[in-house]
Nanobody, 120 residues
């Protein structure tokens, strides 16, 4: 019913930048918080950044000052601008959104993931 489609991953050298996008589509009544998570090989999935429908943001300490999350509510899209990338940022990045298909029923949806690789 609801799909999250990510784009923008790729290979970049250390110090470079990438911008991820995630568009939600389908039967959507409203979207609450949206966010980005990442999972490196052999590690647990971790939070990168979140943003509420009102625009309040939260970042992992490891990305503060380098990454910026934003959203376009009219397009049901969340973005992650990643600057000053480091090899340790290499991971599969997943989009997450709290979506109400009908009023009062909120469910968490995930995208399929997009690979970000930072070479040293």
């Amino acid at each position: 019913q609801v799909q999250l489609v990510e784009s923008g991953g790729g290979l970049v050298q250390a110090g470079g930048s990438l911008r991820l996008s995630c568009a939600a589509s389908g039967r959507i009544f409203s979207i609450n918080a949206m966010g980005w998570y990442r999972q490196a090989p052999g590690k647990r999935r971790e939070l990168v950044a979140t943003i509420t429908s009102g625009g309040s943001t939260n970042y992992a300490d490891s990305v503060k000052g380098r990454f910026t999350i934003s959203r376009d509510n009219a397009k049901n899209t969340v973005y992650l601008q990643m600057n000053s990338l480091k090899p340790e940022d290499t991971a599969v990045y997943y989009c997450n959104a709290g979506v109400a298909v009908v009023p009062g029923h909120l469910y968490a949806y995930w995208g399929q993931g997009t690979q970000v690789t930072v070479s040293s």
